[in-house]
């Protein structure tokens, strides 16, 4: 009984949110989408030719703007889930934490180094604020440790991270491997 109200409620709000409505007008897949399209009017961070790897991607909506803010550059695509294609992106399906998904994704860079990498990666989450945060913030560092060795001198890490009790970790950890954290 309590979860049909909860569903009703999450549907409800959805309805009403103005990100989503815009998402469907826009033709991204999700809403998250604008929260990339921000980081990156501020910071400027795309440009043509980038080569670009979403950890995380799905339902694919970072990774339908990064290919078109990239333009002709090259988009790696990595989730749990199964994606629909998008543009001539490759896509990888299996877990970012197995070091044989993390092998597949620099076979696919071809030996070079990313231009960006970026990760919307969360857990499903429970409810419980502390634990979502620091489990999230658990997939935030993996990734950052990835990004660090992978990613060219002037790259990019952007990342998704829960405010919590592993929030100062993450930024002073990020701090030890980049010229600047935002």
Same mark, same amino acid.
């Given at each position: 009984m309590?979860? /049909? ?6 549907? /409800? ?5 103005? =990100? ?6 826009d ?6 989408a =604008? ?8 910071y400027?961070i #795309?440009?043509?030719?980038?080569s670009?790897?979403?950890?995380g991607a &799905? ?5 339908q703007? &990064? ?17 629909e294609?998008i543009?001539n992106?490759?896509q @990888?399906?299996?877990d #970012?934490?197995? &070091?044989? @998904? ?8 071809n ?5 960006? @990498?970026?990760?919307d ?22 990734a950052?440790?990835? &990004?660090k060795?992978?990613? /060219?001198?002037?790259g990019? #890490?952007?990342s998704k @991270?829960?405010?919590g009790?592993?929030?100062n ?8 491997? #980049?010229k600047?954290?935002k």
């Amino acid at each position: 009984m309590k979860k /049909n109200k909860i569903s009703k409620n999450w549907i /409800n709000k959805q309805r009403r949110d103005i =990100y989503v409505r815009q998402s469907r007008v826009d033709g991204y897949r999700a809403r998250s989408a =604008y929260k990339l399209i921000e980081i990156d009017e501020k910071y400027k961070i #795309f440009k043509g030719g980038m080569s670009v790897v979403d950890i995380g991607a &799905a339902p694919g909506s970072w990774s339908q703007y &990064a290919i078109k803010a990239a333009k002709s550059g090259r988009l790696i695509s990595i989730d749990l889930k199964k994606m629909e294609p998008i543009g001539n992106s490759m896509q @990888i399906q299996g877990d #970012f934490t197995e &070091a044989n @998904i993390q092998n597949e994704i620099k076979q696919n860079l071809n030996g070079k180094k990313a231009d960006v @990498i970026m990760s919307d990666m969360a857990i499903d989450t429970t409810g419980i604020k502390n634990i979502d945060s620091i489990q999230t913030g658990e997939l935030c560092k993996e990734a950052m440790v990835f &990004a660090k060795d992978l990613l /060219n001198e002037n790259g990019y #890490f952007i990342s998704k @991270i829960f405010m919590g009790g592993t929030f100062n970790e993450i930024v002073a950890e990020g701090k030890k491997y #980049f010229k600047e954290v935002k």
